[in-house]
C-alpha cells in the first residue's frame, strides 16, 4: 500500500460493535489514520455489560443468535466462550393474574400452537400482503380451532396469545405487531443452531475484546489495537460532506472540529432518525431519507431483580404474565398502567438469585422516565400477585434505558409496514454518499496514455445493524456491517488483501 493510502484519514462515528469492528478491520487492511468517536463515556453501543449479582449482566446484546453463517459465534466459539442458554424461554410457566398457574397440558399445547406458527410462517408469508399481526392471529385461531384442541377454555387462550403478541413484539422490538410488515419478517434470517447462546460469567464485552485483541474492558486502559484511536464524550453535531476539497468535516458539541478523507456512520438508526436533518450538511439524498424514516427503530428494556436468596424450585425457569380481564381494571388508568406490557420474568444464567423481567412499547419507554424505588415497586407488586411464595425484599435492582438515552433512542431495528409503503430496505441505508474525484490511472512510460479518470469516492459510510441486509438487529449483523464498510474503503483503493464478505451481505 503506497503511504498516501495508509495515512488517509478515516473517522468512525460510534464505538457500539460495528464501529469496534470497522475500526479493526481498516487496521487489518493496513490504513493506520483511524480514529473513534464515541458520544458516550463507554466502549459497546448497545453491548453494555455491567456488575451485578454473582458476576455480571448485560443491559442490551445478550446472546448469540445462532451458530451457522454467524461470525460472532465463529469468534467466540474459538475460545469457549458460549453456552446454549438452555430451555429457559421455552419450559416457563404460565401463570393468571389470580395465581392460577395454566397446567402443563393446557400451556404445552399453546405453546405448540404459537412454536408450529414459527414454522409455517416462513412459507405463508412470502404470499402476506398485511402484517405480522394480522397473520399472526389468523393462524392462532384458526389452529385453535382444531378438534384436539376444542376443551381448551377461549379466554385462558385469549390471555395467553395476549402474553404472546408482547413477546414477539420484543423480538422485533415493536410497539405493536399490526406495525410489523409480514413479508418484510422474512428479509431476517436466523443462523442455525442455538440461537440463545449466553456468555457464561463474561457478558457479550467479551466480544469487543476479541475483535480489539484486548486482556481485559474491565475499564478503558486496555483498547488493544484500538489503544490511543478513541476519544470518548465526542458528539458529533454536523457533518459537511460537500467540501470543495472532497474531504468531510466534523463539528464536535464541544466546539472541536476534525477534517477526515472518509467518515463511518454507525450510530444507531434511533440517532438518525432524530438527528439527521441537522446532522448533515447538506441533507442526505432523498433515497436515504427515505430508508431512515421508513425503515422502523423500537424499544425494548430489561428489569433486573437480584433477591437474597432464590425462592423458586431448582427446576423452574420463570413465568409469564397472563392478565385476567377483570384484574385489570386494578393497574389501569393508574400510576401502576406501566405494568400491563411487562410479559414475563425469567432466570438468569450464572446468576442464581436474579430474574430478568422484559417490557415494551410506550410502556416501556415510559417506564425508563420513573423513580427507581416506583419500578421496583411495580415489580414487587406483580411477583406478590402471580405468585404464590412469600417474595423476600430484592438487594440489587436494574433497568436498561435505551429509548431515554440521546445516544441510542431505542433497542434496534426492524421492517415495518411502513417500510414496505415506502420501498426501501437496508440496501438504501448502506449506500454511501460518493464524490466524483479525478484518479490518476497506474502510470505509463507512453505519457499520452497517463490519463485521469473520473471516480465515485465513498466519502460518508454507513455502518450499524440497521444497515444489515438479512441480520438486523443483532450483533453479528453489526459485526459484518462494519466489516463491510471497512473493505469497500480497502476495494476503493484497489488493496489485495481485502477479505470476501459472507453471503449475507451481497
Known sequence: MSRSHRDHKIVIIGAGASGIACATKLLEYGFQNVLVLEAEDRLGGRIHTIPFGANVIDMGAQWCHGEQDNIVHELASKHDLLESTGPVYENYQCVRSNREVLPDNVANRLKAIVGD????????????????????????????????????????????????????????????????????????????????????????????????????????????????????????????????????????????????????????????????????????????????????????????????????????????????????SDIRNTSRAWLEDVFGFYRVSYQPNVLAGWIINANGRHMETLPEDEVIAGCMYLFRRFLHWSIPEPVGFRTSAWYTNEHFRGSYSFRSMETERLGTGAGDLAQPLTVVTMTPQSPSRDKSLHQQSRCDKPIVLFGGEATSEHYYSTVHGAVEAGWREAKRLADFYGLSGAVNVTKSQL
Not at 186 to 198: T, V
Not at 218 to 244: P, Y
Request: aromatic fraction near 10%.
Open 117 to 328: 406458527s414459527l414454522v409455517t410462517r416462513q412459507l405463508e408469508l412470502r404470499h402476506c400482503s398485511g402484517s405480522l399481526g394480522s397473520y399472526l392471529s389468523n393462524k392462532f385461531y384458526e389452529m385453535l380451532r382444531l378438534p384436539e384442541n376444542a376443551d381448551i377454555d377461549q379466554v385462558i387462550a385469549d390471555e395467553f396469545f395476549d402474553n404472546y403478541k408482547k413477546f414477539e413484539n420484543s423480538v422485533e422490538a415493536s410497539d405493536t405487531l399490526e406495525e410489523v410488515s409480514g413479508r418484510g419478517y422474512l428479509n431476517y434470517w436466523e443462523c442455525e443452531g442455538d440461537i440463545l447462546l449466553n456468555w457464561k460469567d463474561k457478558g457479550y464485552v467479551e466480544l469487543l475484546r476479541l475483535l480489539m485483541h484486548s486482556r481485559e474492558l474491565k475499564s478503558d486502559s486496555d483498547l488493544g489495537v484500538l489503544e490511543q484511536r478513541v476519544l470518548f464524550n465526542r458528539i458529533v453535531k454536523c457533518i459537511n460532506w460537500n467540501r470543495n476539497d472532497s474531504r468531510v468535516e466534523l463539528q464536535l458539541t464541544n466546539g472541536e472540529s476534525c477534517l477526515a478523507d472518509h467518515v463511518i456512520v454507525t450510530v444507531s438508526l434511533g440517532v438518525l432518525k432524530e438527528q439527521h436533518l441537522q446532522l448533515f450538511e447538506p441533507k442526505l439524498p432523498v433515497a436515504k431519507q427515505r430508508a431512515v424514516e421508513g425503515l422502523a427503530f423500537g424499544t425494548v428494556n430489561k428489569l433486573f431483580v437480584e433477591f437474597p436468596q432464590a425462592f423458586w424450585p431448582e427446576d423452574w425457569t420463570g413465568f409469564t404474565l397472563l392478565w385476567r380481564e377483570e384484574d385489570l
